[in-house]
């Protein structure tokens, strides 16, 4: 069974930092494009970040560059969203998604395989 399993979601100040893993089972984290997307309360889902493993480049919204930075653990079948300086409007849940026939350029509903999400609030 195909599975992508999110981690490491919770409370945290403005400034502060999270590291969210994503985990795959069933299947080999390898296709082209991995990516972290978010969605807000009311607001579309958006693309975060997203890493291409045929040539190891990564994407990153404007709203993220500098501050959030997506790495991969082959050996543990994981993703990783590192964010830093984390600000209020950083706010959602956050999802990890891969397809193998999607892109990092491609509209998140392009993506086919999805984990349950895990929320980030960021708040004093």
């Known amino acids: 069974q195909v599975q992508l399993v999110e981690s490491g979601g919770g409370l945290v100040q403005p400034g502060g930092s999270l590291r969210l893993s994503c985990t795959a089972s069933?299947?080999?984290?390898?296709?082209?494009?991995i990516g972290w997307f978010r969605q807000a309360p009311g607001k579309e889902r958006e693309g975060v970040a997203c890493?291409?493993?045929?040539?190891?480049?990564?994407y990153y919204a404007n709203s993220v560059k500098g501050r959030f930075t997506i790495s991969r653990d082959n050996r543990k079948n994981t993703v990783y969203l590192q964010m830093n300086s984390l600000k209020p409007e950083d706010t959602a849940v956050y999802y990890c998604?891969?397809?193998?026939?999607?892109?990092?350029?491609?509209?998140?509903?392009?993506?086919?395989?999805w984990g349950q999400g895990t929320q980030v609030t960021v708040s004093s």
């Open positions: 069933g299947f080999t984290l390898d296709y082209d494009a």
């Open positions: 890493l291409s493993t045929s040539d190891g480049n990564t």
């Open positions: 998604a891969t397809d193998p026939s999607a892109r990092c350029w491609y509209r998140w509903s392009r993506f086919g395989s």
